[in-house]
Nanobody, 126 residues
């Protein structure tokens, strides 16, 4: 059974950077599309970014374009989210999610994902 574990969250000042990691165990990620999502208190879960199985296709929410970069290292069974120029509005719990095996496309629709990590808190505050 695929399990996902996020890490790299924390407290950062506005304008700072964090890199989130999503490490998988129990199965390989290399034939799955992967997404990063976030949920702030009182708000719906938002699709932040996604990456196709090959890594050649990515997508970003308008709110993070130009600031966040998703990448993957299939040899390490890990997906990353580099977050730069962080803003207080980025404060949320961040989750990574994986699609079923052989579902390789990138999508930011959370209903397309079957496996979720436990989340990591990101707080942007001075």
């Amino acid at each position: 059974q695929l399990q996902l574990v996020e890490s790299g969250g924390g407290l950062v000042q506005p304008g700072g950077s964090l890199r989130l990691s999503c490490a998988a165990s129990g199965s390989t990620l290399n034939l799955r599309g992967i997404g990063w999502f976030r949920q702030a208190p009182g708000k719906d879960r938002e699709g932040v970014s996604c990456i196709s199985a090959s890594g050649r296709s990515t997508d970003y929410a308008d709110s993070v374009k130009g600031r966040f970069t998703i990448s993957r290292d299939n040899t390490k069974n890990t997906v990353y989210l580099q977050m730069n120029s962080l803003e207080p509005e980025d404060t949320a719990v961040y989750y990574c999610a994986a699609r079923r095996n052989l579902q390789t496309l990138c999508t930011r629709d959370p209903t397309s994902y079957d496996y979720w990590g436990q989340g990591t808190q990101v707080t942007v505050s001075s």
